[in-house]
């Protein structure tokens, strides 16, 4: 067998193939959440509070069911009371008794748009005229929105249970600061002692949607004897299965959740809104019941990543040498515990080998919908404030930006803030690389900055199901457990063809659903590519075992002496060149005269994650007149360990590197003064058209890491963490003014270059 | 309410459906006749996901009222290939790996297609003027202008 580790010898990974699911998709055939129906399915609609913090005092649903043609309606009372307890069945902290609540107020609601009851009825219209019949009676609360406002004395307290953890001694009064975490080395002191200049900045950021372009939608029925069906779109159909089973106190093995195409999800589908309360109407209607969010909705209840404070102070030696650093990360939590503080912390010193460093997450929850998790959750708030801080240091010390981040850089052996010792990682080849990229040379005009920035994100493993099936004509069918988003059914294809010598073409890849293939965690932390990838590799070396046997079996000689290579089987040592070579097809077609159908399994718990490091570059132009920012040219360097689809390697990149720019210059959540989300609409959420931007130049940075069969690291996350500092740092570049205050709109960069008079 | 009786040409084939009065033609395309290629993003106009064509303009079909249509003639994705052979603008969105999660999709090609049919050679600042009314929110628009500017080069019959 050839050495796969080999990039030359590599025929199907790195080349660029059609993705299999592409025709369906290009002529509107694919099968989105919303697409499916079922016989006899209904529709259902939710009814949500206009209040920001309220006490549910009475609930009147009779005249909504008296409306002809409404089936059901639930409210809390239809759903099981969960108790309080840590659920790892989604990407970040979740508690099943906050999520049940969450997707249907008991006692108080907490944010404009949280929902106090559903109905479903023959039609849609029906449905909404019902939302509109339900009677609720609320006593309103005071509340709060700002994370910092949330954190002082006399604040409205959303929860009667919420006492900090981590922080001693344990406190006696409950309050909004649900958890502190603190990752410390080092003598933070001494460094900043021993410092030739210190910066100290706070630095604050918007909460943003994942926007993805399709709405929560789900079809599901609760059939007479208890089994339930779901299709939906997510980021994962046994975490759908798992939350439903527990909200709903349903057995896991009477659901069977069947991934629908997902229209992006970005981490914002990686927990459930609809499907819970879809089941519990079906439950109650004896109909399947169809939910498709509106987009009002989705920005009103769900998503989106936190907003927060970061609180930064960096010393450094004339030379750049960073001495110590630390840093306070606040980030709001939204209604429940769980905001993505403790990888924010994590993340936002990585980069850098600092001997004294210390990096505090602080998680508040406010009057704001629970945040999901969003493109390497938490990092680039925090990294905005600490690449920001570090931009200035270089500029402060006279330094070039990436040679000061060299001379910091984190290398093989370096231990992490947070812990681990990095292993083949590509930080240092991210920077060499932006500084041999032309981006560099390019000329600046007035008006124009260059800004550099890095970031990082871990990647993760986990367990992943994969099953390959050869088909009788010899061609096959692989089965994995997760749901594809960007493409990876592409890359599972093209990792089993590689190890098969054979055509990408002649593997038919789908995504089971949670009846037909084994448990796999969802599809986030970057992991699909290693991990369903490491499974898929399994289940091809094991088919690979068995077509060996199957042709030692028709030569009747010993395995040992059969080998494979391009996709055939030949006979080696003493009997190489005794008998014609039998192809995939012709051990095939002889299967079930050699022991059978050909099929394997593979299911791994994997381990070893390559962590990810980006270096970007950006050219803006700044109007002094208006504040509006023109991005001019943008590069993104990564280390990717080893592309299997590069176009979908890049593409991760670029898209990243843009919803970073969105971040960076556009979005955020308005709230009026009596707590309501002011702009839910993507007229009024100004996302990233194609219009606003450039080019995006993603370059590939192959350093491989050696736990993946082909090299592959995550690469989905890190392109996300580096745009808002990068861009901050070319709008200080080219104005002068350094901006610490996301997004860095019009209003408010023109309102800075007045008070600087510059 | 009495439902109102349309006919109209959907894709070359003379069409007759009945709606509500305050039905939206993308409701009807995908509730009623089974035409779920177009998508709704936002059902107010500001993502294009269930972009079709009204006598070859384009149009967001989620503000278009169903009653609307009567007389009209409505391309939508489902119309864009012929039989088995993809539109030029179809294929190099696949080869030129133009989507990731492929929602946006159906709504760019419709978008892409109007645009190349009334200008069959923009520039880049064209054609990304003419696509900002299309919200794709996982490639960046990348890849896809590429597959724009490729398409039009096979559509001026210049090989790619």
């Not at chain 1, 391009?566 to 079930?592: M, R, T, V, W």
Request: hydrophobic fraction near 40%; charged fraction near 20%; proline fraction near 6%.
């Amino acid at each position: 067998m050839n050495d796969i580790s080999l990039k030359d010898a590599l025929k199907v990974v790195g080349t660029r193939p059609v993705r299999p699911d592409g025709v369906d998709k290009v002529v509107g055939r694919a099968q989105f959440g919303g697409d499916a129906t079922m016989p006899g399915m209904i529709f259902g609609a939710t009814v949500r509070s206009p209040h920001a913090h309220a006490r549910i005092k009475k609930i009147n649903t009779a005249k909504a069911e008296a409306l002809k043609g409404v089936k059901a309606v639930i409210t809390a009372a239809d759903m099981p009371e969960i108790v309080s307890e840590e659920a790892f069945v989604g990407e970040g902290p979740m508690n099943f008794r906050d999520l049940s609540n969450n997707l249907m107020a008991r006692d108080k609601v907490l944010y404009d748009g949280h929902v106090v009851a559903a109905v479903a009825a023959s039609s849609m219209s029906i449905a909404k005229a019902a939302a509109e019949l339900v009677e609720v009676e609320y006593e309103v609360l005071p509340h709060v929105i700002d994370e910092i406002e949330a954190m002082a004395d006399g604040a409205p307290v959303l929860h009667d249970d919420v006492f900090t953890a981590g922080v001693d001694p344990k406190p006696t009064k409950p309050s909004n600061v649900a958890k502190r975490v603190e990752f410390a080395k080092g003598d933070l002191a001494a460094g900043f002692a021993a410092a030739d200049k210190i910066i100290e900045r706070t630095y604050k950021t918007a909460p943003v949607h994942q926007a993805y372009i399709e709405p929560h939608a789900c079809i599901a029925a609760y059939n007479a004897d208890g089994q339930c069906t779901v299709i939906c779109s997510s980021q994962g159909q046994f975490m759908v299965r798992a939350y439903c089973a527990k909200l709903l106190g349903i057995d896991i093995s009477d659901i069977r959740v069947v991934p629908a195409e997902i229209g992006g999800g970005f981490g914002g589908k990686t927990l459930v809104y609809l499907e819970p309360l879809a089941l519990a109407l079906s439950r109650k209607a004896g109909r399947p019941v169809r939910m498709v969010m509106d987009r009002v909705d989705v920005f009103r209840g769900t998503g989106p990543t936190s907003g927060g404070t970061v609180k930064v102070k960096l010393g450094a030696k004339k030379d750049g040498t960073i001495t110590a650093a630390d840093a306070e990360i606040i980030l709001q939590a939204g209604a429940y515990p769980g905001s993505p503080m403790g990888p924010a912390a994590m993340c936002c010193w990585a980069m850098y080998d600092i001997p004294n460093a210390r990096a505090v997450g602080v998680d508040v929850v406010s009057n704001r919908p629970k945040v999901a998790a969003y493109r390497a959750p938490g990092a680039p708030i925090s990294t905005f404030g600490t690449e920001s801080a570090v931009d200035e240091m270089a500029r402060e010390l006279g330094l070039d930006p990436i040679e000061m981040r060299l001379k910091n850089a984190a290398k093989n052996g370096t231990k992490a803030l947070y812990g681990p010792t990095f292993q083949n990682i590509g930080y240092v080849e991210t920077l060499e690389a932006a500084k041999a990229h032309p981006n560099l040379q390019a000329k600046l005009g007035p008006n124009q900055g260059r800004g550099v920035a890095t970031g990082f994100w871990f990647n993760i493993g986990g367990e992943s199901s994969a099953s390959l099936a050869v088909n009788e004509d010899g061609t096959l069918v692989l089965v994995s457990g997760s749901p594809d988003i960007g493409g990876s059914r592409a890359s599972m294809a093209m990792m089993a063809a590689e190890i098969l010598g054979i055509e990408v073409e002649h593997i038919r890849p789908i995504v089971g659903d949670t009846a037909s293939v084994g448990f796999t965690f969802l599809t986030g932390g970057s992991r699909v590519t290693f991990a369903t990838g490491m499974a898929v590799c399994e289940a091809t070396n094991e088919v690979v075992k068995q077509l060996r046997g199957r042709a030692a079996k028709i030569w009747e000689i010993d395995v040992e002496a059969v080998e494979w290579r391009d996709g055939s089987a030949y006979p080696a040592g003493d009997n190489a060149g005794k008998f014609e070579p039998l192809s995939l097809a012709d051990i095939a077609a002889k299967a079930a005269r050699t022991g059978g159908p050909i099929t394997a399994k593979g299911a791994v718990n994997a381990q070893g994650a390559g962590p990810g490091f980006g270096t970007h570059v950006v050219d803006v132009e700044v109007d002094p007149e208006t504040g509006h920012v023109k991005v001019l040219r943008y590069t993104a360097v990564q280390d990717v360990g080893r592309a299997i689809h590069p176009s979908y390697v890049e593409g991760q990149i670029q898209g990243g590197t843009v919803q970073g720019i969105g971040w960076a210059l556009n979005e955020e959540y308005i709230y009026t003064k009596d707590g309501r989300l002011d702009n839910a609409s993507f007229l009024d959420y100004r996302v990233p058209v194609a219009s606003d931007l450039p080019a995006i130049d993603a370059v590939l940075v192959e350093v491989p890491n050696p736990r993946h069969p082909f090299g592959a690291k995550g690469v989905g996350e890190v392109p996300i963490v580096p745009p808002m500092a990068a861009v901050a740092n070319a709008i200080c570049a080219a104005t002068g003014v350094r901006m610490t205050s996301l997004p860095m709109s019009p209003p408010k960069l023109k309102a800075a270059i007045d008070a600087a008079g510059k | 309410m009495a439902k109102t009786h349309v006919t109209c040409t959907i894709n070359g084939e003379e069409t007759e459906f009945l709606c509500d009065p305050n039905q939206t033609v993308l409701d009807v395309l995908r509730d009623d006749l089974g035409l779920t290629g177009s998508k709704e993003g936002c059902g107010s106009g500001d993502c294009g996901a269930c972009s079709i064509t009204v006598d070859g303009r384009l149009t967001c079909s989620c503000l278009m009222l169903g009653p609307e249509a009567e007389g009209k003639s409505i391309g939508t994705i489902e119309g864009v290939a012929t039989g088995d052979h993809l539109h030029p603008v179809q294929s190099q969105f696949l080869k030129h790996a133009a989507l990731q999660c492929g929602f946006c999709t159906p709504g760019l090609i419709v978008a892409t297609k109007a645009l190349l049919e009334k200008h069959p050679n923009p520039t880049d600042e064209e054609a990304r003027y003419w696509l900002a009314g299309n919200l794709c929110r996982c490639t960046g628009y990348d890849k896809i202008l590429a597959a724009v500017h490729a398409a039009a080069a096979e559509m001026r019959g210049e090989s790619a």
